[in-house]
């Protein structure tokens, strides 16, 4: 469970998340928006690489705050970003050892985990294959592996679906949808497209200029007329 | 497989078969290629794997060269040990001069280290050492080179020829040094840094510290590269190390291939015995190099960032299918309509 409160993040006159409260309780919970809500600022607070202004974040009862930004992956915060990241000068299997090498996971463990870690995202081609030479589902996939390996808590995954095809992103949100069970961590994904946010997550909240405007189940909050409204960009106007 | 005959055949040639049919001025140079083959593997590692661009290298050379010589002076300590020693020390310069670089990126870097290299220039032609004079500095008012001892070669290794050997098997235990760091831990949080810094913070990667390490490394192989040349030149003299040469280095290892240890060894070609031939055999202005470097420069930035390494093997296959081609069409009957 992650506990979010009062959570705020100020740059230079903007106010990119204001005053926010939320609560993931586990599983796979979608985080929604329109462009500019504050969704990667707030990735970007988990991660350590911004410092709110105000507020504070509990993730199982520790204070992920406090912790140094390369600390929170041995911690078992894992992510992935907008634009695909995986390395591609690197063999699909180092890409996801070198992940579990800075998990604070054993050695001993390394090959069985990553081994199975490529298992469990599908991925076909051979793990010496070098990601440069990858379609962009398969590098995908590659991040999504770099994800779970290594007893992850919380996966944050930032549009891993963008510039996919329907049905890929369909086998794509199969593999999320599967993470939390596997690997017991909690999972935060962060989608435009509300097949997949409504297919994956169990809760989804939704954020608006930085502020909160819904969180709950994910049917109810879809139907949640403030969220239409803010999508359709009509909130004002009307 | 084919890695490792590759290599063992390519050591075999120079161990074995240069020093036959070579004369010594060619080894010596040979040996020079293997020493600064040594340097650009250590830029490769800051640039080619962690993509820091030091333009101070040479200036490290020097300040291990420096560093055996009046390390051999005061002690006289055997030859493995002061190569230890010697990349010891500059490792540990090389690291106090990356510390501040650390937050700077890109351009920056270069700018910092260049400025360092500018300041080893200036230092080293201050100081003078070794003019003869006695005491820790060994600077004496009135130049007097006729008591200065060179620095001494191992044992096994006096005449020129066994000294070559010697340094290829250095050369060679540096690169595996280097090779062994690629394919572990450090070589993927490098190639995390290098694709991402970001993204390699959020894997976990300490940034600094492999930053840092990247840097220890590059400097240790370059300090025992420049307690390697102590021994091959006997005294050094400040004007072998200019701060443009360190751009020099930077430019071959660039059109060598910054990604793989064999752009390393045709750096140190370029570096080493490209200027030999252009000069003692051809006769040529050694001026004319830098027109080809230039050239060679335009030509990784343009169409081929992986260097020679990588666009001869292309190049030699497009050739080979052309050859192909050309003959198919003789043998067709050579009336294509």
Known sequence: MIEVESLTVRFAGVTPIDAVNVVFPGGTCGLIGPNGAGKTTFFNVLSGFVRPAEGSIKAFGENLLSMADYKRARWGLRRTFQTEMAIEKLSVYDNVAMIHEHSGATRASRRSDVLAAIDFVGLETSPKARVGGLGARERRLVEVARAVVGSPRVVLLDEPAARLPDEETTQLGEVIHRIPDRFGALVILVDHDMSLVSACCETTAVLDFGKLIASGPTAEVLRNEHVVRAYLGTEDTL | ?337
């Open chain 2, 1 to 337: 497989m084919i890695r490792g005959a590759s290599i063992a055949v390519f050591l075999l040639i120079a161990l074995f078969a240069l020093p036959r049919l070579f004369g010594s001025d060619w080894i010596t140079t040979f040996t020079s290629v293997a020493i600064y083959a040594i340097v650009a593997a250590g830029l490769g590692i800051l640039y080619g794997r962690v993509g820091m661009i030091s333009l101070g290298q040479i200036a490290l050379l020097g300040i291990g060269t420096w560093t055996a010589t009046r390390l051999d002076y005061a002690t006289g300590m055997p030859f493995p040990l002061l190569l230890l020693a010697t990349g010891a020390i500059t490792c540990v310069i090389g690291v106090l001069i990356g510390l501040p670089a650390l937050r700077l990126s890109g351009l920056f870097l270069a700018l910092i280290t260049l400025m360092a290299a500018g300041a080893v220039t200036v230092v080293l032609t201050t100081i003078d050492f070794p003019n003869g004079g006695g005491g820790f500095t060994g600077h004496a008012a009135f130049v007097d080179l006729s008591g200065l001892k060179p620095v001494e070669r191992p044992g096994i290794a006096m005449a020129d020829t066994p000294y070559y050997r010697y340094v290829v098997v250095i050369a060679a235990l540096m690169f595996l040094l280097g090779l062994l760091h690629v394919a572990s831990k450090p070589g993927r949080a490098w190639a995390a840094i290098r694709e991402s810094e970001p993204a390699a913070l959020a894997a976990g990667v300490n940034i600094i510290r492999y930053k840092l390490w990247a840097f220890a490394l590059a400097s240790f192989m370059t300090g025992v590269a420049g307690c390697l040349l102590a021994a091959q030149i006997g005294t050094p003299k400040a004007f072998g190390f200019q701060t443009q040469d360190s751009i020099t280095l930077f430019a071959t290892a660039l059109i060598g291939g910054v990604f793989s240890l064999w752009g390393a060894v045709i750096a140190g070609v370029f570096y080493q015995l490209v200027p030999f031939l252009f000069q003692a055999q051809w006769g040529l202005d050694v001026n004319f190099l830098y027109i080809l470097f230039g050239i060679g420069i335009l030509q990784v930035l343009l169409t081929a960032p992986g260097g020679i390494v990588q666009q001869f093997p292309k190049d030699m296959a497009n050739l080979a299918r052309l050859i192909v081609g050309l003959f198919r069409k003789v043998t067709r009957g050579g009336s294509p309509q």
